[in-house]
């Protein structure tokens, strides 16, 4: 599916409000895996409770492959993580069966809501990460660089990141890839500003693309509108720190995993040989995918999981 800049305006769809809404002031990642010996109606129970719980804006919600073999389930597109094929770096697959995107504006407020959430799912799912994350200087990565600027916008971010087709339970859905990259501070000083604004491909002070930026330069490797079909998402990417150690969550919503994909092979190397600049300072240290439903009536719409049904609305807490 060819998704332009200028995509005709797109029919009302389900989407969790989440993906399309401006990022919050502060938000947590939660990775949840599958408890040893959950039974397929102990977690189709626990999601009944998530689907009653999270509204897809205050909570957006991606459910893992692991997640769908252990219901006997499949959603069309929706694989594990895996490094393509001769990648020329490191790209670790991390793939949970759960995926929650918390948002808000206070920290605390969300430690609570994440703690609120874990107590909900026990019974099937075990936390296996729990990251805090913010928005920083308006919308800058932690080197200083604004993040996102090639995001679609209006309908054609719409069209970019939500499914506007598929059938009841799949129109409105979206596939969502995440990576925790983890920046190394002290060799991207070294690098001095004019190597870094070459790596990036735009400079810092004013976010001008460098007309004379390298093959390795990110915005080249990356250049939505020259891959072939063209490669949108939506990123929705925020800065993450815990202890000395600090990065970018990215995370990049398609309607599907395709463009991502085409992406991710050209940065690292796998399609002609040339490795994104990125890895000179920053490396990803996790990467999974997920499914993440359409909601109706303000609860997840999990009607393309055939038996799965929303049961009643749980109280957030």
């Avoid at 809404?21 to 998530?50: E, F, N, V």
């Avoid at 069309?76 to 929650?100: E, Y």
Wanted: glycine content about 10%; aromatic content about 8%.
């Amino acid at each position: 599916m060819t998704l332009p800049f200028d995509a005709p305006p797109a029919p009302p769809t389900h989407h969790q409000p989440g993906l399309l809404d401006a990022l919050p002031a502060q938000a947590r990642y939660l990775g949840l895996a599958l408890k040893p010996g959950a039974s397929r109606a102990t977690l189709t129970h626990c999601l009944q409770a998530l689907a009653g719980w999270a509204d897809g804006r205050r909570c957006v919600v991606g459910l893992g492959e692991p997640l769908l073999i252990a219901l006997d389930r499949s959603v069309p597109g929706l694989t594990a993580f895996a490094a393509p094929a001769g990648s020329r770096v490191g790209l670790p697959a991390t793939q949970l069966a759960l995926w929650l995107w918390l948002r808000g504006d206070d920290a605390g407020e969300l430690l609570h809501r994440a703690r609120a959430a874990q107590a909900l799912l026990s019974e099937a799912f075990d936390l296996d990460e729990s990251v805090p994350a913010f928005c920083h200087a308006g919308g800058r990565d932690l080197t200083g660089y604004e993040d996102g600027t090639e995001n679609p916008e209006g309908d054609a971010a719409l069209a970019a990141a939500v499914c506007a087709d598929g059938g009841d339970g799949l129109a409105g859905s979206s596939y969502v890839a995440v990576q925790r990259w983890e920046h190394n501070f002290e060799a991207f000083d070294a690098m001095g500003s004019a190597a870094q604004d070459a790596s990036i491909g735009r400079r810092r002070s004013d976010n001008v693309e460098l007309d004379d930026a390298p093959d390795s330069a990110h915005v080249r490797r990356t250049a939505q509108e020259d891959f072939a079909p063209e490669a949108f998402v939506l990123r929705r990417s925020m800065p993450w720190i815990d202890c000395n150690q600090a990065g970018l969550m990215f995370v990049a919503f398609g309607a599907s995993l395709a463009p991502f994909e085409a992406q991710l092979r050209r940065m690292s190397g796998a399609e002609d040989g040339v490795v994104d600049a990125l890895f000179r300072f920053t490396r990803p240290v996790s990467g999974a995918y997920y499914w993440c439903p359409p909601v109706r009536d303000g609860r997840l719409d999990l009607g393309a999981l055939a038996g799965l049904v929303p049961g009643k609305s749980v109280s957030p807490g």
